[in-house]
């Protein structure tokens, strides 16, 4: 078993520079499959499901290449029309894209349902929903998506989306891409990802206007050719460890981000009581008082990410008065409070509604990650406590931070791994 092992109550200074965006990595890299010619990709950031996506694309047949630490070149020109591997696609929500990238190049997918967080019901249903209007016919049974285009492409369609879902936006988008004829996707989400992802793929040759709007039109085209790319600043990652700076205290420059995409999470942390000050490419993130109460509800962008709800559930811990959080998108993501009330924390939570009453400190305990976010919040948590935490079940924090205890080590906190083998004896990694 590995955990964290963090002790709490010292204030964050420093620098820590952002990877690149998490939720837009696993969207281009399946693309690649639709490329004909070498993709190189940038800014990749090193983490569990970024392996397990290039691991799924090689078992296809793609040439994959490690230029350095964060760059890979993927050529598809060879790729082969096959089942993705079960194992490997369980263990992530992102293989669903590679439903709509088969089915863009191929005209048919095969892919196992998708892994990944479990707080409540995932459904892709909206997927299913594009593909058919695209004139495939889509089929699950015995944990196995299979589609295929009845015309052997897929057709040109408007597709109206019945809730703002990214990764439907995104997986109908792939699918289009080289469809015949024109696609239109109303009520789209705008993340920051679905626009990176129509860059990538315009720069390969696609036809893709109006994302980051809640109307995309994808022209269909016959061909992508290789070419480079680099994946944009990971919007959550930095807003994790704002987060982290206003609930531990302390300065830190965060860098390597694109301050438009945190605008949200800005106003809420000022709102607070931190002080945000944009310098560039960076943003300097600073709290020495006391925090304040504040309500946050969590929309599609541009409103409060879902993904950062826990992390400020985090802050509103330890803020004077009252706190209100209301869940807007997933129904249920609140299967880490009893982790905080084992620290001492007072949250009260009904339906999509939790009500954070403020204490004067946490208390270190032994809580555990029960997913990806959920896991930095409790983290975070760690880090502003009095005394030890420890946090298992790190593998779901994995998945989405790059070198997360590296980066806090080096902004002053004290944090470490443990691993215990079977046998209970402990061996300490740095």
Known sequence: MTKYVIHGGKPLHGTVEISGAKNAAMAILPATLMVDGVCRIENVPQISDVTQILTILQELGADIRTVNRTTVDIDCSHIRNARVPDALARKI???????????????????????????????????????????????????LIYAMAREGRMQGATVYLDVVSVGATM??????????GTTIIENAAREPHIVDLANFL????????????????????????????????????????MAAVTAAGGEVLIRNVIPKHLDCITAKLLEMGAQVEE????????????????????????????????QMAACLCLAEGTSILTEGVWDNRYGYVDEFRRMGAQIQVDGKVAVVEGVDHLTGAAVRAC????????????????????????????????????????????????????????????
Request: one cysteine or more.
């Open 93 to 143: 929500r992102a293989s669903y894209y590679l439903i709509g990238a088969m089915l863009s190049r191929f005209g048919s997918a095969e892919v196992p349902l998708p892994g990944g967080c479990d707080f409540g019901g995932r459904p892709i249903d909206q997927h299913i929903k594009g593909f058919s209007a695209m004139g495939a016919d889509v089929e699950v049974r015995s944990g």
């Open 171 to 180: 997986n109908v988008m792939l699918a289009a891409t080289m469809a015949e």
């Open 202 to 241: 315009n720069s390969m040759g696609a036809s893709i206007m109006g994302a980051g709007t809640d109307v995309i039109k994808v022209r269909g085209v016959d061909h992508l050719s290789g070419g480079s790319y680099s994946i944009i600043p990971d919007q959550i990652e930095a807003g994790t460890y």
């Open 279 to 310: 310098q560039g490419d960076a943003v300097l993130v600073r709290r020495t008082g006391e925090l304040s109460r504040t309500n946050v509800k969590t929309l599609p962008y541009p409103g409060f990410p879902t993904d950062m709800q826990p």
């Open 371 to 430: 997913d990806l976010r959920a896991g930095a919040a409790m983290v975070i948590a760690g880090l502003a406590a009095q005394g030890v935490t420890e946090v298992s079940q790190v593998q779901h924090i994995e998945r989405g931070y790059e070198d997360i205890v590296r980066k806090l080590s080096g902004i002053g906190a004290d944090i470490r791994v443990v691993v215990t083998p079977d046998d209970e004896e402990a061996v300490q990694a740095g």
